[in-house]
């Protein structure tokens, strides 16, 4: 039986529906806001086998089809996901994920189907919207619901799910994600901004969006199957003591000390012997069925043992694992122009997480062109990034960026897009590979990115720095710390990401692990990211204030000249012969946009002089006394017609051949033939007046 419930979010309805589509799914509703529609599908069944994590997999994909569209390329049909998909997808999994009960490993899957599209409103929150949904009213174990909101700025004014036109004049795109009305989830970026307009957006989101948590609590009442009983693993009675005792023996000779490797061997012994006091305790035989059930069991205890252990000295004695305090920032190094032959480089490292970035300058054509489905755009500033395995000191196989990858890529791309002046010509691109990583490898990206621009003489407005805060909270006590290890990240309870400049805020993001936090502990966390922000900064300025005055001898230079309209026709010429002679005789990448501006791309000068001059050989303007290599096109008894320029000839009067007397000119012309001619003339009615005597035929062009 279909059932529908609705409510008006942000001035327009959103409806949620159940019982007509996909009933043989877990949980599934048909999500609709505007004429945005997506249809969301949970299913869980028990594991084959023990995969040590909870095997969670969240899908969202596009039907071309919803927004009147055949897939481009060869096979026209959908594939492989988009970065956007990739993207969307991680967004959906982030505040889903933490809500699942602890030790819960069934194989589940929230599958987002877009179905319709209206170009205005976006549907990739809907699809969080309908994973939360559906989970809601499947028997899966979950405690939601959550929901989030767009929250948008134009001209000061914060707007709540704004459409695709406003976020064009928009200076803010921050998701805000709930649950009941703490916030789990922030996703976005801006221009600029301070941490107080940021605050009053969240606080505005959370309360749109704490609505569509009440429409999903009345739907489940309605329609919601009953959950599956689901008792987390219960370890053998006096385990966990045994565990939890070594594991503290063994910590404590590092914890404090701020050594990666050390505290990993720590964790390392602490297994080794936990295994052979339980094994020793609890009579077991080794190779017996029995023993490896207890050494799951451990490895279990090993777990929770350090997490114990980490967060008690942070919460009763204040001390982190590397012996910094709370707010303080581990040490920083910065170079430039370390590679040889890049346009501009970076090595940027904090504490034992290094990035090493590059940037490239080129092209209109190195563009990146998205057909996506809220419409066809193009890009001209990337950034990738990568997490080769040796950078943990690991081995695995070298395949394509994963989801991880091109998420933490997108977060610094939107950090360091808002630096580049959107007048600056070229298309740029820039990698960091992480070569060491110990936590917060997004945020030394963003570092390291506006070090190797302001090498690569990129103009751009200042630095831009990142910082990763943590959260470590037992419900009573909490402690809010800057700059996190990767240990405090993995134990801890929130990974907060801000990057901007001095003057704001440029992107943020905050994952959780537990339920959701204040908005008063966020405000006091934003103050503490800002005051470490502007540290990272100074160092920053340290090795290089400002961009350098002139771009790298081996970037591309640019050169733009204006043509009238009504010549890119004949620049171009019938099937581009035109543009592509131009093109293969000087060498030059030549781009030419649709209000006549044409650029020429080339990092060589004779290059760009040959381009300049056989363009305007085909659409220059004819100058008086200036010398023109010409073509005879035809003879006549009073002189010759000779072309100057592609469709553009004047008359070379007898008289105006040579010196010496002419009576007939076929004698000294023929048709075809390469001669020196000056523009003597131009008349009122446009025709040219050309003389060939005293000019040297040997000479060249002007």
């Known amino acids: 039986m279909k059932t529908i419930v609705e409510e008006i979010i942000a001035g327009r309805k959103l409806t949620i529906e159940t019982g007509r589509m996909a009933r043989q799914a877990h949980g599934a509703v048909y999500v609709q806001y505007g004429g945005s529609a997506v249809l969301v599908a949970a299913c869980s069944e028990p594991a084959s086998r023990d995969m040590g994590f909870f095997p969670l997999t969240i899908e969202y994909r596009e039907r071309t ?115 009941g009305k703490d916030v789990v989830m922030l996703e976005g970026h801006c221009s600029e901004l301070s941490e107080e307009v940021i605050a009053d957006a969240i606080a505005m989101a959370a309360e749109e969006a704490a609505k569509i948590n009440d429409l999903q609590i009345k739907l489940q009442q309605i329609v919601g199957r009953e959950k599956k009983e689901f008792q987390a693993p219960v370890l053998p009675e006096g385990l966990y003591e045994i565990v939890y005792e070594i594991l503290s023996e063994e910590m404590s000779k590092v914890y404090g000390k701020g050594n990666k490797e050390n505290m990993a061997a720590a964790v390392n012994a602490s297994k080794e012997r936990a295994e052979a006091a339980v094994a020793e305790k609890f009579g077991l035989e080794e190779g017996t069925e029995e023993h490896s059930e207890y050494a799951a069991h451990t490895s279990a205890a090993i777990y929770r043992a350090e997490k114990e252990y980490v967060r008690s000295r942070l919460l009763t004695d204040g001390v982190r694992y590397d012996g910094r305090a709370r707010t303080e920032v581990r040490n920083i190094e910065c170079e430039v122009g370390v590679l040889p032959r890049t346009h501009g480089s970076a090595l940027f490292t904090r504490g034992e997480t290094q990035s090493l970035c590059a940037s490239t300058l080129g092209g209109d054509r190195d563009e990146q062109r998205i057909d996506d489905l809220m419409g066809e755009y193009k890009k001209n500033f990337m950034l990738h990034y990568n997490f080769p395995s040796f950078s943990v000191g690991e081995v695995r196989p070298v395949r394509g960026p994963g989801r991880r990858e091109i998420g933490h890529g997108h977060l610094a791309e939107t950090a360091v897009k808002e630096i580049i002046p959107e007048e600056f010509p070229y298309t740029v691109r820039v990698v960091s590979d992480i070569l060491e990583s110990n936590g917060s490898s997004s945020q030394a990206t963003i570092c390291g990115a506006s070090l190797c621009l302001m090498d690569a003489g990129v103009p751009v407005k200042s630095h831009v720095a990142g910082i990763a805060l943590g959260l470590i909270t037992d419900g009573e006590r ?87 309209k009504d010549k890119i026709g004949k620049l171009i010429g019938p099937g581009g012969k035109n543009i592509r002679y131009v093109t293969e005789e000087s060498g030059a990448e030549i781009n030419i946009d649709d209000d006549g501006t044409v650029t020429i791309l080339t990092n060589d000068g004779e290059k760009a002089d040959k381009a300049l001059h056989l363009i305007d050989q085909f659409v220059g303007v004819p100058k008086i006394g200036k010398i023109y290599e010409g073509t005879v096109v035809s003879i006549q008894t009073f002189g010759a017609f000779v072309e100057i320029m592609p469709g553009t000839d004047g008359l070379v009067h007898i008289s105006n051949i040579s010196n010496e007397r002419i009576s007939d000119v076929s004698s000294v012309l023929k048709r075809g033939q390469k001669v020196m001619v000056k523009v003597n003339k131009i008349r009122d009615d446009g025709k040219i007046d050309l003389i060939m005597k005293d000019i040297d035929q040997n000479g060249t062009a002007e």
């Open 65 to 179: 089809y919803a927004a009147g569209k055949i897939p481009g390329g060869f096979f026209k049909r959908e594939g492989r996901p988009s970065e956007k998909e990739i993207l969307t997808a991680r967004l959906i999994d982030r505040p889903l994920r933490p809500l699942f009960p602890e030790g819960f490993k069934d194989e589940t899957q929230v599958y987002c189907l877009v179905l319709s599209s209206d170009g205005e409103n976006d549907p990739n929150l809907l699809g969080m919207v309908g994973g939360s949904a559906a989970l809601m009213i499947s028997d899966i174990p979950w405690d939601g619901p959550v929901s989030a909101i767009r929250a948008g700025r134009v001209n000061g004014e914060i707007i709540l799910n704004p459409t695709v036109a406003q976020m064009e004049e928009s200076d803010l795109e921050l998701v805000v994600a709930v649950q």
């Open 478 to 564: 909490s402690i809010v710390l800057s700059d996190i290890a990767g240990v405090e990240d993995h134990l801890g309870d929130m990974d907060l990401k801000i990057a901007g400049t001095v003057k704001g805020v440029n992107a943020i993001q905050m994952d959780l692990k537990v339920e959701g936090v204040s908005q008063e502990l966020l405000a006091g966390a934003f103050r503490q990211a800002r005051e470490n922000r502007l540290h990272i900064i100074e160092k920053m300025n340290a090795c290089i204030d400002k961009p350098r005055e002139e771009l790298s001898q081996y970037a591309p230079r640019i050169i733009t000249m204006q043509i009238e």
